[in-house]
């Protein structure tokens, strides 16, 4: 017997589902090169317009003279640098938490702290269109694992009547697929109720969420009693790369004696670690970006009513624009990236069945001259792609 990889992969394609990696030739930004194509981009999670700025840049090029380009060893070794603890403590002063730690990515943030935190004979609850990396925490962690329904603190009320252990409810802050923001304070009164925690991974809610960027526990002013666990990612508004976790004293300290993500991986360059800090300033001191990227999500969404187009709920920077079929997606994203548009199409299995769509993302280095040459070039392929007779 052996593994028939050529049959799987043209099951794919046949389905419309064939993924294929876009090759960027410039920095992050509105204007890229991709595949060789000059195009105005929509697609990337780079919302406070941080990735390219040149301070940021400069942050980088200076850590690096100073402390090297490599992380050298685990952080329980000899790699936790003076930059990582100074970016440690102020990512716990940014969200109003006694400590905060430092993975290497989101997914090793979301991994290692459910792992750490719920084991055999203890109960995992989550939303059921939570990132994949939560979910596949969930599952690793060896825990009772069930979801409830989206966004539905009845459903989640039921689940918790059958928990056992130790139990942990894990949402997004704001679901990266259709750009609607978890209720955490509903959430939370559910949770301590019953005498569980609150998880919530705010990847997507950092920077453009909050007074101060502080994302969607900020908007909401819950403390760490009602997000004992509060994770984020420094990939998308930070501009930079890498995950944190916050929360209590306990807390952090009982990651770094059991998160095994976090135990046995090299640490992030200290020179990230610079750089994100300079992120950070230019996140918290610069209103202006927030202020102007919710401007550019209403002139979209007035637009795109204007046209018919079937938005989700969403006051975020992700603004799906939801299709259905996935062929019509793909038909769709092609027609804008002819005219020197990029929209990414997003289909199953990373959304559910029957819902794919174009996730169009806005950032405040776009202008509105931009968003209305979006907006102009979906009227016009709107109308002219063909409908769906499935």
């Known amino acids: 017997m052996s593994f028939d990889l050529s049959a799987r992969l043209a099951a794919r394609r046949a389905d419309n589902l064939y993924r294929q990696r876009p090759l960027l030739e410039s920095p992050q930004g509105p204007q890229v090169v991709v595949d060789g194509q000059p195009l105005l981009a929509f697609c990337n999670n780079d919302y406070l317009g941080l990735a390219n700025h040149p301070l940021v840049i400069e942050a980088w090029q200076a850590g690096a003279s100073r402390w090297g380009v490599g992380g050298g060893a685990s952080h329980l070794v000899i790699g936790h640098s003076t930059p990582h603890h100074a970016l440690e403590e102020a990512l716990a002063a940014f969200t109003g938490r006694p400590r905060a730690l430092l993975f290497s990515n989101g997914y090793m943030a979301n991994l290692g702290a459910v792992t750490a935190l719920v084991g055999q004979g203890d109960t995992v609850l989550e939303d059921r269109l939570n990132h994949a990396s939560l979910l596949d925490a969930g599952l690793l962690s060896g825990a009772r694992f069930n979801r409830y329904l989206h966004n539905d603190v009845a459903s989640l009320a039921k689940r918790l009547e059958k928990a056992c252990g130790n139990t942990l409810v894990v949402t997004d802050g704001v679901f990266s697929m259709d750009g609607d923001v978890a209720d955490l304070p509903a959430l939370a009164r559910e949770a301590r109720a019953k005498g569980a925690w609150l998880m919530v991974d705010d990847a997507h809610g950092f920077g453009p969420l909050g007074a ?31 995950a944190f976790v916050a929360g209590s004293e306990a807390l952090i300290e009982s990651l770094i004696q059991f998160a095994r993500p976090y135990i046995y991986t090299t640490s992030q360059p200290p020179a990230l670690a610079c750089a994100t800090l300079k992120s950070l300033d230019l ?23 204007q046209i018919g187009l079937q938005l989700m709920d969403s006051f975020t920077p992700i603004q799906p624009i939801v299709i259905g079929d996935s062929g019509r997606a793909l038909r769709l994203s092609a027609m804008l990236r002819e005219r020197g548009l990029l929209v990414t199409a997003i289909r199953p299995p990373t959304v559910p069945a029957g819902s794919a769509r174009l996730r169009v993302t806005l950032s405040a280095a776009h202008t509105e001259a931009q968003v209305q040459l979006l907006l102009n070039a979906l009227d016009d392929c709107w109308r002219k792609l063909e409908p769906d007779h499935a």
Do not use: C, M
């Open 212 to 242: 101060n960027g502080g994302g969607v526990a900020e908007h909401f002013g819950l403390s760490v009693d009602d997000v004992p666990v509060l994770i984020g990612t420094l990939g998308k508004a930070f501009g930079t790369s890498g």
């Open 283 to 305: 996140l918290r001191s610069e209103h202006w970006r927030r202020e102007h990227l919710n401007n550019l999500i209403r002139q979209f969404r007035q637009g795109a009513e």
